[in-house]
């Protein structure tokens, strides 16, 4: 919040207030996503969207200017409720964050139903992911060994193994890496913590219960702070450029990571030893801890 306690359009004032109805508390937040995002919202809108009735429209209407009072405002002639200049967010789900998520799922899976509170949007587009194959009922085998601290045979391919292979897992969370789901598991064959990638499970059996592990696993339990910079072979205006674009503070970005998940992490952004051959152009970005996030790698 500003020092004149309102919320900035970053920083929503409230998560939800304390006795409302979630029913009531869920037509708020969708008044206060179209006022920001569309900038105007009518009774018709939360009628159609939640199948209630007019006068519980109304009511919703009344209840969010006592809530937000000064940031909606009666167009007569047009018969909508439009934001005001001095519109202020009071739910993080207006947020610019969600809104863009909200965005990408209409241009990825236009399909699916998210249940997102988009109105009018503008056209998008994003770039096809590749799906990858993912069985619902293997899933479901390694969510109940986790939620039961218990274990599952599996038979596991790999590059190394593309025929497969029998595995006894104790899983205990899930990974996504931003392109891929996988499962964090104790590998009973290893005798180690391992990343097994979900599409890649072919098969999953209850194997009965194990002990609690996920407190055994360092690497997953370590949070590391990775220290990012613009390339320092960059031109000092490129480096300024690259510092706006990832709101740098000092020229820096501190991100805090798991250390089982920093492969990932440094893939993602171009940082691995692999990628490093590339013009800095084309990196852009540079660990300014290298050595050691390096050393933490897991093999």
């Given at each position: 919040m500003t020092n004149d306690s309102k919320p900035t359009d970053d920083q929503p004032a409230s998560k939800g207030r304390q006795g409302a109805r979630w029913g009531q508390e869920r037509r708020l937040e969708f008044i206060d996503y179209r006022l920001r995002w569309d900038g105007?919202?009518?009774?018709?809108?939360?009628?159609?969207?939640?199948?209630?009735?007019?006068?519980?429209?109304?009511?919703?209407?009344?209840?969010?200017?006592?809530?937000?009072?000064?940031?909606?405002e009666y167009d007569m002639r047009a018969r909508v409720y439009r934001a005001t200049g001095s519109f202020h967010s009071v739910f993080e789900a207006s947020s610019l964050e969600r809104y863009l998520e909200d965005l990408l799922r209409v241009a990825v899976q236009p399909e699916v139903p998210y249940g997102s509170f988009l109105g009018w949007h503008s056209p998008v587009a994003g770039v096809p992911r590749?799906?990858?194959?993912?069985?619902?009922?293997?899933?479901?085998?390694?969510?109940?060994?986790?939620?039961?601290?218990?274990?599952?045979?599996?038979?596991?391919?790999?590059?190394?193994?593309?025929?497969?292979?029998?595995?006894?897992?104790?899983?205990?969370?899930?990974?996504?890496?931003?392109?891929?789901?996988?499962?964090?598991?104790?590998?009973?064959?290893?005798?180690d913590f391992r990343d097994f990638s979900l599409s890649r499970i072919r098969n999953a059996q209850?194997?009965?219960p194990d002990q609690e592990r996920s407190s055994m696993d360092i690497a997953w339990?370590?949070?590391?702070?990775?220290?990012?910079?613009?390339?320092?072979?960059?031109?000092?205006?490129?480096?300024?450029?690259?510092?706006?674009?990832?709101?740098?503070?000092?020229?820096?970005?501190?991100?805090?990571?798991?250390?089982?998940?920093?492969?990932?992490?440094?893939?993602?952004?171009?940082?691995?030893?692999?990628q490093a051959g590339q013009r800095p152009e084309a990196l852009q970005l540079a660990l300014k801890n290298r050595d050691e996030i390096l050393s933490l790698l897991q093999p």
């Open positions: 105007q919202i009518n009774r018709s809108s939360l009628t159609d969207f939640f199948g209630i009735s007019v006068p519980q429209a109304s009511l919703d209407l009344t209840e969010y200017a006592q809530l937000a009072p000064g940031n909606l590749l799906g990858r194959r993912l069985d619902a009922n293997i899933v479901g085998e390694i969510l109940r060994a986790i939620r039961e601290c218990g274990s599952v045979e599996v038979t596991y391919q790999s590059m190394s193994d593309p025929e497969g292979g029998e595995r006894k897992l104790t899983p205990h969370a899930l990974v996504h890496d931003g392109y891929r789901w996988h499962v964090r598991a104790y590998c009973h064959k290893r005798e209850n194997a009965g339990n370590r949070t590391v702070e990775v220290v990012i910079i613009a390339h320092p072979d960059l031109r000092p205006a490129q480096r300024r450029l690259i510092e706006s674009d990832y709101a740098m503070m000092n020229g820096e970005i501190h991100v805090a990571c798991r250390q089982a998940l920093l492969h990932y992490m440094l893939f993602q952004l171009n940082l691995t030893d692999a």
